[in-house]
């Protein structure tokens, strides 16, 4: 509010925005490192908030252009934002994939996996303008041809659609192809931000390798065909609303932050819980398990979120270099016998149906030693957290789907009412809801209506779709918007992917050759879990 | 549905809590209060628009409409409703007879979600002074509609000496989209803007404020071209170097075209008011950007500056239009 009047005619646009209140909107990383410094768009302004955030005119190149994740959630992200005016007028998808085919042939299974999977509602007009911009490069990933003719056809846009040099590669497709994708980029100098005159950035999806060795190794050859900057590594999680709005409640209140440490928090529980089973995953699940698959990456970003310090700035460096703290600070306990339970769902009843055992799922060996769950009892060694444990679980075929984390706090230290009075108080609890119903839930001692004292829990929510007035867009939508415009807030950091192995490999180690304990489908995981819980006087809380 | 003829502002507030209780939505949360002034003769066309908005933001919406000042006798009729007709939320329509209409916000201050915003919006010609109107006093932001004056482009000038940051005016919500264009045109140009031209019709108040805002940000002077068509047709921009930008409107469709490079064609249709509303009642701070671009419209500076508090001023239609400037 006290910012210097302007005056109407003769602002330079550039020193206006500099001046401007531009409190929580992150600066535009527009010109990444390597760029020359450009005169700032006159037309946009920080505070003008009514226009969206677009990126520059680029590409977006898509190797797998034909898989499930292609399908299923890019492409109609791609919509999506094309839908909601936030991609540049100049912009041009292209795919890679080994199928034969023409453009026609793509344009039809893009449309059709767009329309089936697309968040917001459909517009011909839409597509058809998507449609004009979108090109099928057919090629194995081993044909040199085929590479060149997409480099061919990136220097192309140059001329036809304005994109000087700005194109993001999204290697949608299984990690043992890395390799020879990422030599073809390096061969052809797709990759590199001096050649193309604009900026190259690669994304990769999770696994980021299977153990530390190999997330080293795989990290190691990203950095150098592309440089460390310009790699965005996708932990979907990071783009839910919810786990964005962490951060907002714990840096933007006064409220939290004081109890936030272990003088008043008795312990975390963070879950994901997926009702599922393994799906037509099978060779990929049965080699990896849980602890891989899930604890490795959302479970531990979602631990660093809720543990990190402050962040000096609310920028992507600042962000990262909090949680890769927190990262290295998280400890195993000394009695993984008692604190790391592995588990494999047994035949059982889930939501009215049968469910298989994970052992008779299709191309699943029967005598499997793979994990479905896992749970474990984690501490994170700070000042601010000290003895205060970290429950970490998911599961896959438990009773419903939700991902959650919940704070417990200690109970008061002295209570006035005598003991029949508060039987049924609990902890005093704040639970984020990261998905479904995302949310925020608090639970306090409450009296119970009546003439005798008797206190009881209740739950004062906070409902997303009912306190805010915009639908919450999709994961896919805001990460790939991120990448485009290069804002790094929402993706870990080669050394965070390290040090999350470095918590994952010891209970790999420990785990390997035993066998896990088995639950029943539809079963809140094996009762050694509880017994983990109820040795420390705890139980889990049923989210 | 509950409706209540002939009744009272304290019988109203029982009402609406009543409805909340059997809707089972004690603790449903409201993001914002709107209030909504008009006309009789608009209430279809306001309360089409509230629903549309409601539809997007969880809100209380509260309709004031006024009618027959010099009645004898002042009268409030109300409507009460959750989730009906009127969208997802929470709904009141009033109908304030004979100087209980002077004095709306006797009626409304009960009603207001506590402690949420409040917008007040004005479905037909804006207030000469939005301090007349107390409903407006109260208000966190103002949005008005200047395209429904008769005198368009006076009206746009009376807001501008009457602007108070948290006003707003939906002649500016639409050309959102035609800015948003604009302004993705400019990304990756790096000349500075040597003229540039605004073809459409000089008397509309949308097409003067795109003017306005092309002059604030680029530092020319920015002409509104009568050309006959639209309220915009085209909007030209001509950079240091000679190079040119032309957006163009052309049957929902919008042809950008650069020089040197392939025209891009973006769909681009006509918002209703629902939408323009909701755009609306997505930014609940001040929009300075308009400040700007309204000031360029008016040569008035220093817009921003000016207090966003306003002071109630006392005016009697009833003693003909001689404001005894008395705050109530």
Known sequence: MTEPGSTVTTVPAGSETATGDQTAVPVPAASPPGTVTERANPLR?????????????????????????????????????????????????????????????????????????????????????????????????????????????????????????????????????????????????????????????????????????????????????????????????????????????????????????????????????????????????????????????????????????????????????????????????????????????????????????YRDEEDIPPDSKTETYAAVRLGVETRRWAGVPFYMRTGKRLPRRVTEIGILFKRAPHLPFSRTDTQELGHNQLVIRVQPDEGVTLKFGSKVPGSSMEVRDVAMDFLYGEAFTEASPEAYERLILDVLIGDATLFPRNDEVEASWKVIDPLEEFWAGKAPYLYRAGEWGPKEADEMLARDGREWRRP | MTTLWDTTGTAVVKALAAERRTGGAVTSGNALTLVVIVDERDVHEAEDAATLAASKHPMRMLMVIRRHIDAPVPRLDAEVQMGGRLGPGESVVMRMHGRLALHAESVTLPLLAPDAPVVAWWHGAPPDRISYDPLGVFANRRITDVSRADDRVAALRQRAVDFAPGDTDLAWTRITGWRAALASAFDGWHEGAASAVVDGDDADPSAQLLAGWLSSRLGVYVPVNKTGGGAIDQVRITLIDGAVISANEDYGRLILHREGQQDSVAPFPERSLGELLAEELRRLDADRVFAEALGAVSSLTGLNDRPGQRVHIWKDPALADSPTAAAT
């Open chain 1, 45 to 357: 302004d920080p505070r003008d908030r009514r226009l969206p955030r677009v990126p520059e005119p680029c590409a977006l190149v898509v190797f797998g252009v034909t898989g499930d994740l292609a399908r299923k959630k890019l492409l109609p992200a791609i919509y999506d934002l094309a839908n909601r005016g936030l991609l540049p007028a100049d912009f041009a998808l292209l795919g890679f994939a080994r199928r034969d085919w023409g453009d026609g042939d793509f344009a039809a299974l893009a449309k059709k996996a767009a329309k089936t999977h697309a968040r917001t509602q459909w517009n011909d007009d839409v597509w058809r303008r998507l449609n004009e911009n979108l090109q099928f490069v057919p090629g194995s990933f081993d044909d040199d041809q085929a590479f060149d003719t997409l480099a061919e056809a990136l220097d192309n846009l140059r001329n036809t659609h304005g994109i000087k040099g700005n194109a993001a590669f999204y290697l949608s497709i299984p990690p043992p192809m890395f390799p020879v994708v990422l030599k073809q980029m390096e061969r052809t100098g797709m990759a590199s931000n001096e050649r193309s005159g604009g900026w190259r950035r690669v994304v990769v999806e999770k696994p980021f390798g299977h153990d530390l060795d190999s997330a080293r190794e795989l990290n190691e050859l990203v950095d150098t065909v592309f440089t460390a900057n310009d790699v965005f590594r996708i932990d979907h999680y990071l783009g839910k609303e919810t786990v964005q709005n962490l951060m907002a409640l714990r840096f933007a209140n006064q409220l939290f932050e004081p109890i936030w440490n272990s003088h008043y928090v008795d312990s975390v529980q963070i879950t994901m819980a997926e009702d599922v089973g393994i799906g037509g995953r099978a060779a990929f699940y049965d080699a990896t398990g849980a602890a891989r698959d899930v604890l490795q990456n959302h479970l531990l970003q979602l631990l660093a979120l809720t543990a990190m310090e402050e962040p000096v700035e609310f920028a992507a460096e600042e962000i990262r270099t909090e949680k890769i703290k927190v990262l290295r600070a998280v400890s195993l306990p000394p009695d993984l016998d008692a604190s790391a339970i592995r588990g494999q769902y047994d035949q059982g009843w889930l939501a009215g149906e049968r469910a298989k055992a």
